[in-house]
C-alpha cells in the first residue's frame, strides 16, 4: 500500500525529494494510527482524530516538507504533532525535532509511538499550540499541522531570524 501511496498520488503530485519519497516508503504509518483507521493509512484523506482536528494524508504533509528544502541541519517545531507520524518522518530529515501536541490523549498515543523508534533527534511534548515552546528554540522553521490553529506572534518569535 506505501508503494501504491507514491506511485498513485505522490508521483503525479509532483513529490519528487527522493529523500521524502524513500522515508515515507520506509516508515509504516499504520504502526502510529488506531486500529479503526489502519485501513486508510494510505488514502489520500485527511483523517479525524477529534471535534476539531485532523491528521493530515501522507501526501498533504508530503507537500509541506518537500517545501521545506531542508538540508538536515535544521531544527524545527512541529505544532498539532497528533499521533507521532509526521514527526518521525521529520526527523529522518533534519537535525532536530520539537514535536508538540495539546490534546493530552493525542499526546500520550504520539508519545508512545515514538518512543518506540528509539529516534534521538526526536522530542515530543504536551504542550500548549499557542506557546509553542520557548525553552528548546529558536526554530529555523515552524510547521503547524492544527488547521483549527493559526501561528501567532508569539511563535513567530520562536523563529531565527
Excluded at 512541529?78 to 490534546?103: H, P, R
Aim: overall charge negative; charged content about 20%; glycine content about 4%.
Amino acid at each position: 500500500m506505501r508503494k501504491n501511496m507514491i506511485l498513485g498520488q505522490f508521483l503525479p503530485a509532483s513529490i519528487k525529494n527522493n529523500k521524502i519519497l524513500k522515508i515515507y516508503e520506509t516508515l509504516a504509518r499504520e504502526s502510529f494510527l488506531p486500529d479503526s483507521n489502519k485501513p486508510i493509512a494510505y488514502s489520500d484523506l485527511n483523517i479525524k482524530v477529534s471535534q476539531t482536528r485532523y491528521l493530515p494524508s501522507p501526501l498533504n504533509s508530503a507537500k509541506i516538507f518537500q517545501e521545506g528544502n531542508f538540508t538536515g541541519k535544521e531544527v524545527v517545531l512541529l505544532i498539532g504533532a497528533n499521533y507521532g507520524y509526521e514527526a518521525a518522518i521529520l526527523s529522518s530529515m533534519v537535525e532536530t525535532v520539537i514535536a508538540i501536541e495539546e490534546d493530552k490523549k493525542l499526546f500520550n498515543l504520539g508519545e508512545s509511538n515514538v518512543k518506540n523508534l528509539n529516534t534521538e533527534n526526536l522530542v515530543f511534548l504536551n504542550s500548549s499550540h499557542s506557546n509553542g515552546y520557548k525553552k528548546l528554540g529558536l526554530y529555523d522553521v515552524i510547521i503547524n499541522i492544527d488547521l483549527s490553529f493559526h501561528i501567532n506572534n508569539e511563535l513567530i518569535d520562536q523563529l531565527v531570524d
